[in-house]
């Protein structure tokens, strides 16, 4: 049985930081295409970061980027998302996903992952101004 289990969310300050995790059990990330999305209420789901576990090739919303970082760690089993410099917008439910890279490419990876991918339950960020 796959299982994304997402971490590390909470309540912080705007300028503040925090580490999401995404770990993956009945499921191996390597060689395969991770995304980060969030929703805010009343938002769509947008996706913020993605990253081929495979080669570490990453991919970045123009919102987040030079604030956020993906990175994985194979061995782990775990994909991270480091949000840096956080502010009151960036507050959502935060979801991992993941798929064979076949549904990241050629065209638009969020598509592809909505349709295809596993999902974890989300973890809740909430920045405060």
């Known amino acids: 049985q796959v299982q994304l289990v997402e971490s590390g969310g909470g309540s912080v300050q705007a300028g503040g930081s925090l580490r999401l995790s995404c770990a993956a059990s009945?499921?191996?990330?390597?060689?395969?295409?991770v995304g980060w999305f969030r929703q805010a209420p009343g938002k769509e789901r947008e996706g913020v970061a993605r990253?081929?576990?495979?080669?570490?090739?990453?991919y970045y919303a123009d919102s987040v980027k030079g604030r956020f970082t993906i990175s994985r760690d194979n061995a782990k089993n775990t994909v991270y998302l480091q949000m840096n410099s956080l502010k009151p917008e960036d507050t959502a439910m935060y979801y991992c996903?993941?798929?064979?890279?076949?549904?990241?490419?050629?065209?638009?990876?969020?598509?592809?992952?909505?349709?295809?991918?596993?999902w974890g339950q989300g973890t809740q960020v909430t920045v405060s101004s």
């Open positions: 990253i081929y576990t495979g080669s570490g090739v990453t």
């Open positions: 996903a993941s798929a064979r890279v076949v549904y990241c490419s050629g065209g638009s990876w969020t598509t592809g992952l909505l349709g295809a991918g596993y």
């Open positions: 009945g499921y191996t990330f390597s060689s395969n295409c």
